[in-house]
Each structure stands twice: as C-alpha cells, then as structure tokens.
C-alpha cells in the first residue's frame, strides 16, 4: 500500500478518478475502495447499504486513494460512490455496487475469475474479458485472481493504465481483485522493497487482514473467502523461491493455520506446463515445483492456477510429482476426464488423492506451444485465449475454460467426501426446450432427485429416485420469463447442490434475422449528416461481407469478411444494412462487436452509443473510455422495427494507442409476437402480421454464422 | 560513478529472470539470441541476455564464458556473481558483486544477495552488515531473519530475538518473524517473551496447534507445568477436528509432533509413518520418524 504525500499545490477537494474506482484488500468487515486522481485532491468515498448514507475520507491527500470501508456485515451488498461524481453525496445516487466477504468458513457459492498473461491491450484480450461476462451473466463472478503480466512489456505505471485498470474498469468497480505478481511487472516493481507500480496499485493484506497468517509483505499473502483459503505466492523473483527464504516458511505455517475446506493457491510461473515455456527446464518452474508444491500438496492444496506460459492447460488428479523431468508415474491419481458428461468428476476423498493444476496464461496475449508434446500430467491443452471461472460450493469444485469465442472448451468437476453435482447444457433457455442435466454423488447410498425453483416460489419436483451419477433430460417449463434455479438433493435432504445461477427461461425462441457475416454498406469518408436515415440513397457506398476491420484482420478476432484496407488512416466507417421483415416481434437482440466506439441508429432512431458523444466530427476518435473490442448484446422492443423495410446506421471509430483497430461486426435476432400493450410508438403492425408467430424473414444474405462456432473434441461437459 | 539506472536501485532489471522474460521459453530465446549475435557479435545487451539465459537454464560454465566478453557491465557482474552462487561457488561471486555495488551500493536485493553469500562463506559480520544496509531501502521479513541468525552467529543471541520482536511489529506482525522471535527468546529462558510473542500468532490463527506447542515449551520453561499440559491437550484437539476435515500429511506431521511433546511416542510414531507413507516428499517427517522409530513400539 502506498499512499502518495498530497502536494499543497493544485489540491482540489474532489476529483472524478482517472484510474479506477476498485475494490481492494475485501473482507468480512471492510473494504478498501482504491482509485487514482490526475491532480492531487482529498479523497471521500459516499456508501451504505441502502443507498448512500454515510462517507468516509482518505487519510491523505494525494493522487493515490486508499479509502478503508468500515464496520461492514459480512456477505452485504454496498452502494458507492466517488465524491465528484454527479449526485454523489448522502442520499445521491450511487455509482458502483460491492459485497464484502461471508463469513469465514461459512459453506456458500463462491464463484472466481482467473486470468493470466492479460496485459496487452488487444481486441483479444477485451474478447476474452466479454466472454467471461458473458458466460457468468446469470451468476457473476465474486472474485478476480489474476495470475500475473497484466501489464506488457513492463509493468509501467501507464501500462497498468490501459491495460489492467482500464481493461477491466467495469469489472474491478465491483470486484475484489487479488493479484500475483508476473515478471513483467517485476521488471519495474520490486519484490524486494515492494515498490514500483504493482505494489503502488494493489492494497494487499500483509498483516493477514483478509484472513491467513500475516505474511509482513504484500508481495505474497493469503486470504480466506467463506469455506476457500487462497494464497497468492511470489514466483519470479529466486531470492522469493529460496529453499529457506521467509516465503516458503511462511506458506508452510499458514497452510498449518488454516481450517478451511478449500485451498487454492496462485502465482506466476506454474509447475507444469509445455506452452510457451517448458517445466522442465526453466528454473523459476522448478523451483516452484520442487521448493513450493511438496509444502502445498503435504497441506492438501486443491487448485493450483499459474499462468506465464500463453496456453491453456488442465491437469488430471495428480499428486507428488516433483522431480525434474516431471514424468506422469503414478502421479496421476485419477486419469479419466474429470466430465460429468464423460467418466465422471474426479473424487477426492483423502487429501493425498492429488489436486488440479492449471495453466491460465491465456487471458491476451498471444497463445503458442513450443514444446513438440503436450505435457504427461495435463489432460486437456488448448493453444487458444481464454480465461477460467471456478465455482466452488459446498464439497464441490467445477472449473471451466471459457475460450475467447464463447466456447466452454474445458470443463472438470471435483467431488470431496459429501459432494453432489449438476450442471445443465445451455446457454440459452426456451420453454419447451429440452436440456440435459448431468449429476453426480459422492455420498453413497443415497439415492438423488432434482427440483426447480421460480422466482423465489416452492421447490418442484424434477425428478426423483436418480442413481448417483447420470443425465437426465428436462423439458423446460414456461415461467412467463422469470428465472428459474435447479438443485440436487440427496433423498434424506441432507446435502444439496444448488446449480449456480438465476437462469430466465424464454417463452418464446429467438431466430435469427441476419447472421455477422451478413453484407453491409461501409462508406469511410465524411458524409452527409442524413445518413442515418432509412431512406438515405447508399448506392455509392461500397459493399462488403461483415466481419470489418481496417488494422489487419486474424481469423478468430475478425472473420476477415472485408479488410477495409483503404480505410487504415481513417478514423471513422459509416455502416448501414437494410433488412425486411413481415411481422413485428416482441423483441429484438443486436449481437455486435466494435473497436473502438460506435453509436446505432434503428430507423432513424438512435437505440446504442458506445464511448462516443453526440456530435463528433469525422476525423475524432472514440473515447479514451474504451480499450480494445466491445461486445454488446443490445435488446430492444419490437416496436421500434417496421413490417417491411428496416434500416440500421452505425458510426464506429477507432480508439487511440499506437495500433489501434477499427472493427465491426453484427448480428441481428427477434423473438415473439408483437403486443401492442407493450408499446406506445408503434403505429405500423397490422393485426394480421401479428398473427403470424414468428418473424418470416427476408434476408439478405442469409448465411448461418459458423465462424464462432468451432466445436472442440474433447469437451462436452458445460 | 554511481550507476544511474531507474531499476538499479531496487535492484530490477539486473538481477533475475527479467532478462528472460520474453513470450518463449528460455530455450527458444536463447537460439534468438545467438542468431542475433551471429548479426551483431559486440552486442553487451544481446551478450549479458544470453549468458542470463544460460544461468537460467543451468548452463553455468558456459554463462561465465560469455560474460567474459562483457567486462566492464555491471549487469554482467551481477549475472556473474548469481551464477557462481548457483555453482555453490559462493566465494567467486564476491568479486564481481562487490563491483556491482560499488556502482548501485543501495540495491536492496544485490545487498540481499552478498549476505548471502558472506552467510555461506562464514563472514556473519560483513553478511550482517549487508542486511542492515538492504533494510534501510527495504522492509522484507527475509532481511530481518537473516539478520538476526547473524546475530546469533556473532553470539549477539539478545539482541537478535529482540530484533525480530521489533521487526515483527513493524511488518505488520508477520507470524514469521513472531514464531523465530517466540523461538529464539524460548531458546534465551526468556520464555514469557516468547508467550507474548507467540500470542500475536495464535490471535490470528484458525487452528493454532502448531503455535500451542512452542507456548507449552515455554510454560513449561516458566514452570507452569499444567499450562503446558493443557496447551498440548488443546493443540490436540484443534488438530483433531482439523483432521476431520482434511486428512492431509502435514496435519498428521503435527498431530505426532503433539504426541511427542505428551509422551507418546508410538502414536507420533504411528502417525509419522502414515505421514511419510502419505507424503514421502515431507522431510521433516521423514527426519522425525528416524529419530523416534527406533523401539518405539507398534501404534495401532
């Protein structure tokens, strides 16, 4: 923690944040909200739990804010604000929301993020981002641990900047993050005097504020987080690594501390892993492998993340490998899948049948594998970007890897002595619809049944009488669109499993109106002002398949259906597409992905504005706000669509940095009938388009979108 | 002339793993390295690269080979004097560490690293004195640890413990330094100090059994003979019910260092060897076992 000493000059009573706000050092009782100002001013942070009731001020002023949150309950939900921020003040209008810790030791959900090898800024590293909150929508993360190099090449306070705060501004508002230092970022931080932009950024717990034993550095630490005790280590320093340094003897005592039922611990350099870098044969691994893991495995260590090798991989159950060249052996304490959905979830029932390890250095940076074989103790390895979401409940682990298409391309389950599983296949849900639930149980002799739950109401009878492991197919039942949750019981009641997740389930499907690789009008020069209209004459603007980009186009990223080579030095394209439909729906949803900013127009009307302000002129660029590629999902009613002819008009533009790209891609799918309760504006439905059910569409190009759809082999378990 | 490098100071970019960074493996890196050198042969950057990589991969001899054509680049020296330490060849490395801190004499990690190595060649003096001087920049429980076992060494055994006592305060109370200060002062006969000290653990401790013995060692040093027994029979029971959630060696490890501290031997014995069965890794068992195996009689 370092607060920087206010300069009696240019103070200002309140500043809005040029980096963050961000939630640090979170637990039972308190909270630090952390955020940076350009000029020096005093700090004051406006929170409570209903609405803005009480403030509490920075001990310094300074540009660096530190502002420790009190006198919390455990496991609350609290508003807050920046003062400076419009309305923000006793009784305003909050800006950001944060929970603090349960209770230590307390068997709840918990749900993190991990990512590793993040740093750079990239249309990638956004998508991988997107793509985590994309698949956590129903249940959000609690925490973000990420694993280190969030901030390529050297960790600068700048690339900190761009790269880290502002990359993932929306998420670290609301979520505690919990670091492990990378080499890049050791590059200009010191582990050592725990100086330089890391250690400047991060508020850690050296004095074991979270939870753990207090390790007098924030350069390793270890918290708890209700039944989960996490430890983050430092590995690229060797002084860190050193067989009878302090480290390692402190990792020794707090693992012999602690009561709790999990442990995972983190940092940088992994044990395993043949990606970009090679166990085997680079020291830092090897160290942590032979120094480290034996004192983590001897405590039971559960999950192992690490990241600097830019690959994805996950190993089997395995335990006591630590010699140099690691060899599987009998190391490998369980060599199935680990899938509901295939041999099983792995069982771990004495703490000596082994732990997970993975390698998450796949979070932005570019993936590759140098060595020539995957290595003997990973199950899966996947040389594509992506993050892990792990959700641990009860006796229960589950990871998956959300790669940076969408796909959940790993997926492993881990039961303890009392554990029961089930997850359900979909990530869309429609009444009607059918859907597998995989379960299993580690309890023997009981048999298990399945329940439903809508909107808080009685738990209802899925099924029951189930054996303690198999999939069972449901019909989804129509809940008028509120969430429904699913639970697994043991037939005495005495254990249950609740499946992470409020998930809405449709009444109606959507369809697909046209697909992202639909032909759009793309014109990259100034134009008329009139050109969101729908009745705009485009005839001379060019012609072009979507995905577009203008900086170079990498097949995953962009699609590559128009590289707008010309358009290079241009900061602005203007797109439009005409689409017919012939009824109104209830509903429409515009799936898009844009760099840097783009603003929408819907028949003239405006519907989205992304990093851009009214009235920009031609050669402005989008907002600083906005760092990379931005996925939207937007949704709309019905009624701003027409029977017949249809018009979307977007401005995107590029961002700043020294490449920046100027991307665009869109999708667009409607869904139900239109009902005219619904709506005020819409004075163009007949009665008998609306009879219809469903859209019949007129589509352009009515090309069905496999580009993102690339199914992977060896997983089927979601 | 002092060196003037950002990093130098903090001793960054000069010491570690940095200069092997890049998104490959140090193998690979290494090869790019060597076909940049074919292009430019004088190159000291490209040069102390590649003998920092060698040293990374374990290639000693020929990492000191390469520096050779580096001589007059502090970095060089510094790789140099890591390299002879990893070789187990402390006494090379001083040398060229002492020029390398002639040049940035406030770096907290080279000061760290020539402790060390005065550490290893038996200079508890000169090692002491570059611990202080690494704690003017830096706060790092390693600093004070090796500090006091110099002082130890130097037969300064009060002002050690006193040290660590002092440094535990200031960092926060990290139990690392409360437990060597609990030790050292308990080593003393200042067993009420290592009470005090051991208190600062156990506040923040779910399960304290390990630190519940080292308080029974010093009731008993005060004593306090059924202070000491009790603390044992609650170190029990925390590690009891800590097995009936995790079966793991360590635990096991600590039930049957309890058990040697009550006397009974055939359990600790027996646990040691489910222990070491467990986890052959666990060395501290695998030593305690030796020790107390012979007639200690079957445990069941």
């Known amino acids: 923690m370092n607060l920087l000493i206010a300069s009696s000059l240019a103070l200002s009573a309140a500043a809005l944040p040029s980096r963050g706000p961000y939630i640090q050092q979170s637990n039972e009782n308190s909270s630090y909200i952390v955020w940076r100002t350009e000029a020096d001013s005093s700090g004051k942070v406006y929170y409570g739990?209903?609405?803005?009731?009480?403030?509490?001020?920075?001990?310094?002023a300074g540009k660096q804010h530190e502002v420790k949150l009190s006198g919390l309950k455990a496991g609350t939900k609290y508003v807050y604000c920046i003062d400076g921020m419009p309305n923000c003040k006793v009784g305003g209008t909050p800006a950001y929301s944060f929970t603090t810790s349960p209770k230590v030791g307390e068997k709840q959900p918990v749900r993190f993020w991990a990512v590793g090898d993040s740093g750079t800024a990239s249309g990638i590293q956004a998508l991988v981002r997107d793509q985590m909150l994309k698949r956590t929508k129903y249940r959000k993360p609690d925490l973000f641990l990420h694993v280190g190099d969030m901030a390529y090449g050297s960790g600068t306070f700048s690339e900190f900047q761009i790269k880290f705060f502002g990359m993932?501004?929306?998420?670290?508002?609301?979520?505690?993050?919990?670091?492990?230092?990378?080499?890049h970022e050791g590059k200009t931080s010191d582990s050592v005097s725990t100086e330089g932009p890391y250690y400047q950024g991060y508020v850690l717990p050296k004095g074991g504020e979270s939870g753990g034993l207090a390790s007098g550095t924030e350069a390793y630490y270890s918290f708890d987080y209700a039944n989960i005790h996490f430890i983050a280590l430092e590995s690229q320093l060797e002084e860190m690594r050193a067989e009878d340094g302090a480290m390692l003897k402190w990792l020794q005592m707090d693992l012999a501390a602690t009561n709790q039922d999990w442990i995972v611990a983190f940092f940088h350099h992994p044990p395993y892993t043949k990606g970009s870098h090679d166990s085997d044969v680079e020291t830092a691994h090897i160290q942590m492998r032979e120094r480290a893991l034996p004192i983590l495995e001897a405590a039971g260590v559960d999950l192992v993340i690490g990241g600097h090798s830019h690959i994805y991989e996950r190993s089997y159950l395995c335990y006591g490998a630590h010699e140099t060249p690691t060899v599987a052996g009998n190391s490998i304490r369980d060599n199935k899948d680990g899938k509901l959905a295939g041999a099983g979830a792995y069982i771990k029932n004495a703490d000596e049948d082994g732990g997970l390890h993975v390698v998450a250095g796949h979070g932005g940076t570019p993936t590759r594998q140098d060595s020539p074989t995957d290595h003997p103790l990973m199950y899966f390895t996947e040389i594509e970007n992506g993050s892990v979401v792990v959700d641990i409940q009860g006796d229960v682990l589950r990871l998956e890897n959300i790669r940076h298409d969408g796909e959940i391309t790993d997926s492993v389950t881990v039961l303890k002595k009392n554990g029961l599983v089930a997850t359900i296949s979909s990530d869309e849900f429609v009444a009607g619809q059918k859907v597998d639930i995989h379960y299993q149980s580690n309890i023997s002799g009981q048999k298990l049944s399945l329940e439903y739950q809508v909107e808080g109401g009685?738990?209802?009878?899925?099924?029951?009488?189930?054996?303690?492991?198999?999939?069972?197919s449901w019909t989804l039942p129509d809940t008028q669109e509120k969430p429904l949750q699913v639970r697994l019981s043991t037939a005495d009641g005495k254990y249950r499993y609740q499946v992470p997740g409020n998930f809405p389930v449709l009444s109606n499907p959507f369809k697909e109106v046209f697909a992202a690789d639909a032909p759009w009008k793309f014109h990259f020069a100034e134009t008329n002002k009139d050109w969101t209209a729908p009745e705009f004459v485009d005839v001379e603007w060019g012609e072009g398949k979507g995905s577009f980009a203008v900086c170079g186009c990498v097949p995953w990223q962009c699609g590559c259906g128009t590289y707008i080579a010309d358009a290079l030095l241009v900061p602005t394209v203007y797109f439009r597409k005409s689409f017919t439909i012939d009824s109104l729906p209830q509903e429409y949803e515009l799936n898009m992905l844009y760099e840097s900013g783009a603003t929408i127009w819907l028949n003239g009307k405006q519907i989205y504005q992304g990093h851009l302000k009214e009235g920009m002129a031609f050669d402005e660029r989008a907002l600083p706000?906005?760092?990379?590629a931005v996925q939207e999902s937007i949704r709309g009613s019905g009624a701003d669509l027409k029977v017949g002819k249809n018009v979307l008009a977007v401005v995107v533009k590029k961002g700043h940095g020294i490449r920046p790209n100027l991307r665009f891609e869109a999708s667009l799918r409607t869904r139900g009938n239109f009902q005219e309760a619904s709506s005020s504006d819409c004075s163009c439905a007949t009665a008998s388009s609306r009879d219809h059910g469903f859209l019949a569409l007129s589509l352009i190009v009515p090309l069905l979108v496999t580009r993102r759809r690339r199914k992977v082999t060896k997983d089927a378990d979601i | 002339m002092r060196l003037h490098l950002a990093g130098a100071a903090l001793?960054?970019?000069?010491?570690?793993?940095?200069?092997?960074?890049?998104?490959?493996?140090?193998?690979?890196?290494?090869k790019k390295v060597d076909k940049a050198l074919a292009k430019k042969p004088d190159s000291s950057k490209l040069l102390i690269k590649k003998a920092d990589l060698q040293r990374t991969l374990g290639l000693h001899q020929e990492a000191l080979e390469t520096l050779k054509a580096v001589p007059k680049e502090p970095q060089a020296w510094l790789i140099e004097a890591r390299t002879y330490q990893q070789m187990g060849?402390?006494?090379?490395?001083?040398?060229?560490?002492?020029?390398?801190?002639?040049?940035?004499?406030?770096?907290?990690?080279?000061?760290?690293?020539?402790?060390?190595?005065?550490?290893e060649i038996g200079k508890p003096a000169a090692a002491l004195a570059d611990y202080q001087s690494a704690m003017k920049r830096s706060q790092h429980p390693d600093l004070y640890l090796g500090a006091a076992e110099m002082m130890k060494q130097l037969g300064q055994g009060k002002q050690a413990c006193q040290s660590l006592e002092a440094a535990?305060?200031?960092?926060?109370?990290?139990?690392?330094?409360?437990?060597?200060?609990?030790?050292?002062?308990?080593?003393?006969?200042?067993?009420?100090?290592?009470?005090?000290?051991?208190?600062?653990?156990?506040?923040?401790?779910?399960?304290?059994?390990r630190w519940l013995v080292i308080q029974s060692q010093a009731q008993t040093k005060l004593g306090q003979k059924a202070e000491a027994q009790k603390s044992l029979e609650q170190a029990l029971s925390q590690v009891q019910s800590q097995l009936e959630k995790r079966t793991a060696p360590s635990v096991l490890l600590q039930r049957a260092q309890i058990y040697l501290a009550l006397g009974k031997k055939p359990e600790a014995v027996a646990d040691l060897q489910e222990a070491t069965r467990r986890a052959p890794f666990l060395k501290e068992a695998q030593k305690l076992l030796m020790q107390h195996s012979k007639g200690a009689g079957a445990a069941q």
């Open chain 1, 625 to 628: 706000s906005s760092i990379g």
């Open chain 1, 168 to 183: 993932y501004a929306n998420i670290l508002a609301h979520t505690p993050v919990w670091p492990a230092i990378g080499n």
């Open chain 2, 89 to 119: 060849e402390a006494r090379k490395a001083l040398p060229s560490l002492n020029r390398f801190l002639e040049k940035a004499p406030e770096s907290p990690t080279a000061l760290w690293l020539r402790a060390r190595i005065h550490r």
């Open chain 2, 168 to 209: 535990s305060h200031k960092l926060s109370e990290a139990a690392i330094l409360l437990e060597s200060g609990a030790l050292c002062y308990l080593k003393l006969n200042q067993a009420q100090k290592t009470l005090e000290l051991t208190q600062g653990i156990l506040k923040k401790a779910q399960n304290g059994a």
């Open chain 1, 49 to 60: 739990e209903d609405g803005l009731t009480q403030s509490a001020d920075s001990s310094a």
């Open chain 2, 11 to 30: 001793g960054l970019s000069l010491l570690g793993p940095q200069l092997a960074s890049a998104h490959e493996g140090a193998p690979l890196v290494l």
């Open chain 1, 458 to 472: 009685s738990w209802q009878t899925i099924a029951t009488d189930l054996a303690e492991k198999g999939s069972y």
